[in-house]
T-cell receptor
Framework: GEDVEQSLFLSVREGDSSVINCTYT??????LYWYKQEPGAGLQLLTY?????DMKQDQRLTVLLNKKDKHLSLRIADTQTGDSAIYFC???????????FGTGTRLKVLA | DADVTQTPRNRITKTGKRIMLECSQT?????MYWYRQDPGLGLRLIYY???????NKGEISDGYSVSRQAQAKFSLSLESAIPNQTALYFC????????????FGAGTRLSVL
């Protein structure tokens, strides 16, 4: 089956770490992505990971991939108010048109 | 300037009207897509095109049509708009290279009354 699930909401205090989780059901995906959507804007790519990797770090962002459990997470260190947005995880099957998106997690950062 | 530009940004129309949403890109990508976003449903694919002569239906193509006028332009038409087509519409592009990353326009918010 093809389904990507995310929790709908997450609230954290400024300066804390945020962890946004995603589970997927299709193990044949090749790339997994995290996108950020701010109000009135399109989806902006934050980072992506190839399916043969376990972890990727990019400044404040850390992506962890557990293929056995089909679990993807995005950790944002030192969360700022500007990080408040909706975060989507997505998967792609290499060379194909098919991108499956999660329903999005709305992150609210409290000052 | 944005790499993927959608026009209009907002549109209000009436049931039964035909409308067109336009997308242009300067990224030089061969692949273009149209999605709609509804609250709690994520993004759903309407149509995609891998080059000018290649048009394919996505999961929710009924009531929509597309035209790939050039590599850089991909338009979406609602032949006879209905209220349940009220949504946020996104155009995206990608290239067939490592990462297969999609780049999105800012979206068109469409309301059908």
């Amino acid at each position: 089956g093809e389904d990507v699930e995310q929790s709908l909401f997450l609230s954290v205090r400024e300066g804390d770490s945020s962890v946004i989780n995603c589970t997927y059901t299709d193990s044949s995906s090749t790339y997994l992505y995290w996108y950020k959507q701010e109000p009135g804007a399109g989806l902006q790519l934050l980072t992506y990971i190839f399916s043969n990797m376990d972890m990727k770090q990019d400044q404040r962002l850390t992506v962890l991939l557990n293929k056995k459990d089909k679990h993807l997470s995005l950790r944002i260190a030192d969360t700022q108010t500007g990080d408040s947005a909706i975060y989507f995880c997505a998967e792609n099957f290499s060379g194909t048109y098919k991108y499956i998106f999660g329903t999005g997690t709305r992150l609210k950062v409290l000052a | 300037d944005a790499d993927v530009t959608q026009t209009p940004r907002n549109r209000i129309t009436k049931t039964g009207k035909r409308i067109m949403l336009e997308c242009s890109q300067t990224k030089g990508h061969d692949r273009m897509y149209w999605y709609r976003q509804d609250p709690g449903l994520g993004l759903r694919l309407i149509y995609y095109s891998f080059d000018v002569k290649d048009i394919n239906k996505g999961e929710i193509s009924d009531g929509y049509s597309v035209s790939r006028q050039a590599q850089a332009k991909f338009s979406l038409s609602l032949e006879s708009a209905i209220p349940n087509q009220t949504a946020l519409y996104f155009c995206a592009t990608s290239a067939s290279r490592a990462g297969n990353i999609q780049y999105f326009g800012a979206g068109t918010r469409l309301s059908v009354l």
